[in-house]
Every structure is written in C-alpha cells, then in structure tokens.
C-alpha cells in the first residue's frame, strides 16, 4: 500500500510538473521564439470569444493578408499604448493607398467608431490560453520575483527531498543486503 501511494504522489508531481511546463511554453516561449505577443482581454467586448481574463497571443501579420472576419489586436489611438483586440467586419481601400479596416467587439452592437489603419495593428490572434490573462496582469515585476524565487526554493527543497529519500532508501537496501540470512 505504501509503494502505491508513494506511486501516485510521484505521478501526481509529474503531472504537476508536465501541467506547469506546458503553461509556460504556451504562455511565454512559444510567443517569443515565434515573434509573437501576449495581451489580456480585459472587458467582456468580445465574450464569448474571449472572455476577459483570456490571454490572446497574437502573431505580426501583414495588414493585406488580413479578411473579414480576423480577430486582430490594434492600437485605437497611435499616441496611447493601450491596444482592442476586435473582429474586422470590413475591409477597404484608404484614399492614401493603403488598407483601413472596420472592427468590432463580438458582444457590441456597434462597430467601433473609428476605423483602423494599418499601421495601427500589432498583428493577429495566433491562439488564445483562457484565465491565463489574468495571472500576468496579477505578475507586476515585484510579484514575479516572488514567484520566481519560491519556484527557486521549492525546486531546490523538492532536489534536496529526493536526493535525502533517494540515501535513505540505499541505506535500507544496504542494511537488508548485509543483515544475515537465517538458515
């Protein structure tokens, strides 16, 4: 019975581990390596696509290969930092030659009311990771120190526990080997 719990614990932590490991590389490494960019839907203008708390990857994309029907994350005013992930519900030629396109939020009734040039796109949403959006806004830099320094602790505590179990258990086996064998 104790073989199968210690069993389970140890397939519970890999599995633990595996969850962890594939949130990060979806969350943080694959967006890098890949030139993309990760940005929390923070209102509920394009539930229930994207609920808030939702974070959208969105990938670099040129503005000619985008259509109607694209979910695309834009900067609404150029001199504002703040970027609307919509949908493009129309595309069209601008008078200056180049595109300008028209969004809207999946819940909104309106379109928004002033359409999108192309320099304004950061690009397209490549994937999105639900609730994840919410964990990075809650990492301000101070609380990801944090987090990294216990993720630094507990995996130098959990390396010490299995090196200290892993002694243990040759002592054992080294005082059954030499124990004498009764006749």
């Known amino acids: 019975m104790r073989r ?9 932590s890999a599995a633990g581990l595996l969850l962890c490991a594939g949130i990060l590389i979806a969350g943080v490494l694959v967006p890098r390596v890949a030139g ?20 959208v990857v969105v990938r670099p994309v040129d503005p000619a290969d985008l259509e109607v029907g694209d979910v695309i994350t834009f900067q609404e005013d150029p001199s504002d930092p703040a970027v609307v992930t919509h949908r493009i519900v129309a595309r069209q030629a601008a008078s200056s030659g180049g595109l300008v396109f028209r969004t809207k939020g999946d819940a909104n009734d309106d379109e928004d009311p002033v359409p999108i040039t192309s ?8 994937y999105t990771l639900p609730y994840l ?7 301000t830099t101070y609380r990801r120190q ?3 320094l216990g993720f630094a602790v507990g995996l130098l505590g959990y390396s010490v526990w299995q090196v200290c ?6 002592r054992r086996a080294r005082a059954r080997h030499l124990q004498p064998k009764p006749t």
Do not use: F
């Not at 199968?4 to 519970?12: E, T």
């Not at 320099?119 to 490549?126: A, N």
């Open 119 to 126: 320099r304004q796109i950061h690009g397209r949403v490549w």
């Open 4 to 12: 199968l719990l210690k069993l389970g614990g140890q397939a519970l």
């Open 146 to 148: 944090l987090v990294y």
């Open 36 to 55: 993309a960019t990760g940005y929390e839907v923070m209102t509920g203008s394009m539930v229930p696509t994207y609920p808030p708390g939702t974070l």
């Open 133 to 139: 959006g919410r964990v990075t806004v809650w990492l």
């Open 165 to 170: 179990a892993w002694r243990a258990e040759k």
